[in-house]
């Protein structure tokens, strides 16, 4: 079974501080690990994925995310928030294992910047 | 405008009574799928379609029913509607090229079921 974790349910930064949103995940098979985001009223959108390659990956609006297979995290990060960052974040993971098509979403962690 | 477009935006209706939640896409995709979003649960996938008349169960799929009989449409059906069935919906179509894939969300269904 596939699952992912995000253990804050809210994070609040300063404008201008660097930001970092974790997430976990657990597959039994290669991860494929995504962010998604969601802004008030408003349905998701992508950010940045991974699936393979370089550790480190860039999405939008000036968001990265960190894999680290030992530590099965991917932690979502930005060097310098801006109070348009505030949102709704969901990290998503899907098993490449045996073809499974099942996409699982975390319980969100809620960014605040603080300007 | 590429685009999943759901209907209607907000629902409200009573225990038992069947409705449908209409979903469309532009982009010619062939994978779609409905999750629901709850406070502190996050979103749960229903259902999914790898293509036309090709769907599956996702992690909650009580008390749903989903067809999928041309590319573009993906309705979630509720039979008989119960109150743990209120909910944030949406719709969501996958883009997959040779750089990854990623998904397409509508804006959402806000269902209540009273």
């Known amino acids: 079974a596939q699952s992912v974790a995000q253990p804050e349910d809210q994070v609040n930064v300063a404008e201008g501080n660097p930001l970092t949103v974790k997430c976990t995940y657990s597959?039994?098979?290669?991860?494929?690990l995504f962010w998604y985001v969601q802004y008030p009223n408003r349905g998701l959108q992508f950010l940045l994925k991974?699936?393979?390659?370089?550790?480190l990956v860039k999405g939008s609006y000036g968001f990265e995310a960190e894999f680290n297979k030992s530590q099965t995290s991917f932690h979502l990060k930005k060097p310098s928030a801006l109070v348009s960052d505030s949102a709704l974040y969901f990290c998503?993971?899907?098993?490449?294992?045996?073809?499974?098509?099942?996409?699982?979403f975390g319980t969100g962690t809620r960014l605040t910047i603080i300007p | 405008e590429a685009q999943v477009t759901q209907n209607p935006r907000y629902l409200i209706t009573v225990t038992g009574k069947k409705l449908t939640v209409t979903c469309s896409q532009n982009m010619n995709h062939e994978y779609m799928s409905w999750y629901r979003q709850d406070p502190g649960l996050g979103l749960r996938q229903i259902y999914y379609s790898m293509n036309v008349e090709v769907t599956d169960k996702g992690d909650v799929p009580e008390g749903y029913k989903v067809s999928r009989k041309e590319k573009r449409n993906f309705p979630l059906i509720l039979e008989s509607p119960s109150p743990n069935q209120t909910s944030l919906y949406f719709c969501a179509s996958r883009r997959t090229t040779q750089g990854g894939e990623k998904l397409f969300f509508g804006s959402g269904t806000q269902l209540s079921v009273l």
């Open positions: 991974y699936i393979t390659g370089d550790n």
């Open positions: 597959v039994s098979g290669n991860p494929y």
């Open positions: 998503a993971v899907r098993d490449l294992n045996f073809g499974n098509e099942k996409l699982t």
